[in-house]
């Protein structure tokens, strides 16, 4: 009899559970896609890091070192430079991490002086992805004088130097890595639950069909935490340049034009989740360990997107974090203008605009 009202109660609990299908989708899911993220995503490797080359004369020695540096798994000589203005604006553009410069006449002073000098150049505002490029770069150096070494060749002298961030602060990868977790996850979590209470009350639907138009009906619930995350960002930045030693090196009204937008899209991110889901803890599993999970592996917060697979690399296209996140490095710690990150501005304009089509589209068929 106990046994069979102990199944009886089984049975319910498992009815309650299925009926709620987005909960189901992220008990059964959330664990397939975490081991994929984790397995694919976690690498501290260096590939196919993007290198440009400035050699004045194309000499054997030099030929030779390049060559071995192009058919490394770990780099791609995509540039050829001419001069260090090209060389900064590589940088400056993102289209390389790593700058090889071999001093006039490179194989001349190996034969007859005995020493050649190749200074090596790395974009250090992620501090540990710098130290990979330096270490697997001056490896292939010395695996070339090992060689030649044997036929009486000379000393290669590699000089390195840290480019934005000579100290090596890990600080200036953390900073802004850590702003843009904090931003969506606030913005994005305390929206959805927010609204998502109104609908489990009951009064949601009492808001959207009084006199006031829904759409101020929504924006009146996310303003507070507009605000909110406006403090917040304020308070990071305080704590970074006072307590971090993070200096901001741009323009801070940039720095503030791309986080607001930042800051938006979040919001346009929370308030689609609450049309998705119908019970609290739902949305607060789809925005807290929902977006956690990908900001922190797929935005280039912790490992450098380039290392990943093309099919993360693809999906990190979609996660706004990673543009927000480049966008404050390239303002912040590189101390470009907001000119240099009109790409990471459009997209989250796109990602703002489409998340709130979507939101008002679903707000409207609920009224119906």
């Keep these: 009899m106990i046994m069979k009202q102990l199944w009886s109660f089984i049975k319910k609990e498992f009815h309650h559970i299925f009926r709620d299908k987005t909960t189901v989708m992220i008990l059964l ?24 080359v400035l050699a004045n ?44 410069v071999f001093e006039n006449h490179f194989s001349e002073n190996l034969k007859h002086t005995g020493t050649a000098h190749i200074q090596l150049i790395a974009d ?11 270490f697997y770069a001056s490896n292939i150096i010395t695996s070339y004088q090992q060689d030649i070494s044997q036929s009486g060749g000379g000393m290669i002298q590699p000089e390195v130097k840290m480019l934005y961030n ?62 909110l995350s406006v403090i917040n960002f304020i308070t ?42 119908s019970s609290q803890l739902a949305a607060m599993m789809i925005s807290g360990m929902g977006l956690m999970i990908p900001v922190m592996l797929l935005s280039g917060m912790i490992f450098p997107v380039e290392n990943m697979p093309p099919f993360l690399r693809f999906i990190s296209n979609f996660v706004p974090a990673r543009w927000y996140i480049d966008a404050v490095k390239t303002i912040m710690i590189k101390g470009l203008s907001i000119t240099a990150v009109l790409k990471d501005i459009g997209v989250l304009v796109l990602m703002g605009t489409v998340l709130v089509a979507i939101s008002l589209k679903k707000f409207k068929v609920r009224l119906e």
């Design 57 to 100: 004369t194309n000499d054997d020695a030099t030929q030779r070192i390049i060559d071995r540096m192009d058919a490394s798994e770990y780099f791609d000589v995509a540039i050829m430079a001419h001069n260090s203005n090209e060389i900064n604006a590589a940088f400056r553009d993102g289209k390389a991490k790593l700058a090889m």
């Design 124 to 134: 250090a505002t992620d501090p540990n992805a710098a130290t990979s490029f330096m």
């Design 166 to 227: 000579p100290q090596m602060i890990s600080a200036f990868n953390f900073v802004p890595g850590v702003l843009g977790m904090i931003m969506i996850l606030i913005c994005a979590m305390m929206t959805s639950i927010a609204i998502v209470r109104e609908k489990e009350m009951g009064t949601m639907e009492i808001l959207l069909v009084s006199p006031m138009k829904p759409i101020y009906t929504i924006l009146s619930k996310i303003a507070p935490y507009f605000v």
């Design 236 to 277: 990071i930045m305080l704590l970074s340049v006072f307590v971090l030693k993070v200096p901001i090196v741009g323009s801070f009204m940039s720095l503030l034009a791309v986080s607001l937008l930042y800051i938006f899209v979040a919001l346009a991110l929370g308030l689609l989740i609450s049309t998705l889901t």
């Design 29 to 52: 899911l959330m664990p397939v896609i975490q081991i994929i993220l984790f397995g694919f995503a976690l690498s501290t490797e260096v590939k196919d890091t993007k290198v440009v």
